[in-house]
C-alpha cells in the first residue's frame, strides 16, 4: 500500500482543526469520505476538502464502503468504541480520537476486534508526539534517570468546561468529566514514560461544584457543542492515587475549572537519577554530577504532537513500523479512570 483512503466520522471541532489539517500535509493519505449525524457537516467537510469524497450519515454505511482502508474517529467518546469495533469487523484499520471508550467493556471490546481482525488499533496519544515527550522518553530508555518511583501529573484548568450542557458534560456521552477527557492525555504520558507498569490500585474523590454556575468562560469553553439547560452530571475536578505493580505510584489532579492561580499541564516524575518536570510541553530534568545539582533545560521548536501522531498511523500502515501505541495500553488506562469514579463513589480504595 502506498496510499490510505480514510473516512472520517464526526465532522466537528477534532476533525476540522486537526486530523483533516494533518491528513492534508500527508500526500500518502486521501480522504474519501465524511459521515456526520449531522448531514450538512458532511456535506461541508467534503466540498471543503474533496469535491469527489462521498457523505453519510450513519458509520455503519461508511465502514461497510470498499473504498475505505481506515476510518478515523472524531465523535463524542461514547461512540468510540461502537464505532471502532464496526470498522475493525468490516476489516478497515481504525484511529480513534482519546479516550479510547467509556468503559473499560467497550475499551476491552476494541481490543479484541482489533487481535480478531488483524486490522490496526490506534488511539490518539498526541502528548507522547512532541519533542519534550520524545526527549524525556529516550533519556530514561537510556537509563538515565535510573528506577522512577514516584510522580505527579494533572491538568488543572481555571477556567475552560468545554461544550457546558452539551456531550461533554453528560456522562452517559463522555464517560465523565475533566478525568476522563484530559487525565487520559497526562496519565498516558506520565504511564509511558515510566515504563508502561500495571495498575493494581486507585483511590480518588471527585467533586462538581460549578454546573450550577455562571463562571466565566475560556478558550477550551469552545470545544463540542453547548447546550441552554443542557446536562451536566459529571465531576469538574478529580483527585486520584494510582499504584503500580512495580512499587511505583502517582499522584494525579484535573480540573476543567478550580480557583488557582493559572492552568496547568504536567507530568512530574521522580528517578534515583534524574527527575523531569514536563509542564505545558516544556522540559526540565534534576539530577547531579560529582556532587553538583544540575539542571538540563532542553529547548524545542513547537511541536504538533496531533500531527505527528496521525503521521505514525500512517508510518505503521505503510512502512509497517512498531505501533508506539497498544490497546492494552489504552484498556489499562480506562480501567484506571473507571476505577477512580468507583473509589469516589465509595469511598474506598479499589484493586484492579
Ligand atoms: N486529542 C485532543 O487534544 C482532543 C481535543 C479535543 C477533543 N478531543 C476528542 O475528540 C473527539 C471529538 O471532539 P470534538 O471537540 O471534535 O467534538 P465536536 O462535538 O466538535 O464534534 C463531534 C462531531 O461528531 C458528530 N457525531 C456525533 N455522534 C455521531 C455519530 N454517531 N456518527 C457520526 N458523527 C457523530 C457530531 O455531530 C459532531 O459534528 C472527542 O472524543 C474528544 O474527547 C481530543
Request: proline share 3%; charged share 25%.
Amino acid at each position: 500500500m502506498d496510499k490510505i483512503r480514510i473516512g472520517m466520522v464526526g465532522c466537528g471541532g477534532m476533525c476540522n482543526g486537526a486530523h483533516v489539517p494533518a491528513y492534508l500535509k500527508d500526500e500518502r493519505v486521501e480522504l474519501v469520505a465524511f459521515c456526520d449525524i449531522v448531514e450538512s457537516r458532511a456535506v461541508k467537510a467534503k466540498e471543503t476538502y474533496n469535491p469527489q469524497a462521498k457523505t453519510y450519515v450513519d458509520f455503519n454505511d461508511l465502514v461497510a464502503d470498499e473504498n475505505i482502508d481506515a476510518v478515523d474517529i472524531c465523535t463524542p467518546n461514547y461512540w468510540h468504541s461502537r464505532i471502532a469495533v464496526a470498522a475493525l469487523k468490516a476489516g478497515k484499520h481504525v484511529f480513534c480520537e482519546k479516550p479510547d471508550a467509556v468503559s473499560p467493556e467497550e475499551a476491552l471490546k476494541m481490543k479484541k476486534a482489533s487481535e480478531e481482525s488483524g486490522k490496526l488499533l490506534m488511539v490518539m496519544r498526541n502528548n507522547r508526539f512532541v519533542d519534550a515527550s520524545k526527549y524525556a522518553k529516550r533519556f530514561i530508555d537510556e537509563g538515565k534517570a535510573g528506577d522512577l518511583y514516584t510522580g505527579r501529573c494533572g491538568w488543572i484548568r481555571r477556567r475552560g468546561i468545554p461544550g457546558k450542557g452539551g456531550w461533554f458534560t453528560t456522562k452517559e456521552l463522555s464517560g465523565g468529566g475533566p478525568l476522563i477527557d484530559l487525565g487520559v492525555h497526562m496519565i498516558d504520558l506520565a504511564v509511558w514514560l515510566m515504563g508502561n507498569p500495571t495498575p493494581v490500585s486507585v483511590s480518588g474523590s471527585t467533586y462538581c461544584k460549578f454546573a450550577e454556575t455562571d463562571i466565566s468562560n475560556s478558550e477550551h469553553s469552545n470545544f463540542g457543542e453547548k447546550q441552554v439547560d443542557g446536562i451536566f452530571d459529571v465531576e469538574d475536578l478529580a483527585i486520584g492515587f494510582i499504584r503500580f505493580d512495580n512499587g511505583a505510584c502517582l499522584q494525579i489532579e484535573f480540573s476543567w475549572a478550580s480557583n488557582i492561580e493559572s492552568e496547568a499541564a504536567f507530568v512530574e516524575l521522580r528517578g534515583t537519577k534524574a527527575g523531569f518536570s514536563w509542564k505545558n510541553g516544556n522540559l526540565k530534568i534534576f539530577s547531579e554530577d560529582d556532587g553538583v545539582l544540575t539542571d538540563i533545560n532542553p529547548v524545542f521548536d513547537k511541536s504538533n504532537g496531533h500531527q505527528n501522531n496521525l503521521k505514525h498511523f500512517i508510518d505503521v500502515l505503510i512502512d509497517g513500523c512498531e505501533p508506539i501505541y497498544k490497546p492494552q495500553q489504552g484498556l489499562d488506562m480506562i480501567k484506571i479512570l473507571n476505577a477512580i469514579y468507583q473509589s469516589a463513589a465509595s469511598g474506598l480504595e479499589v484493586r484492579l
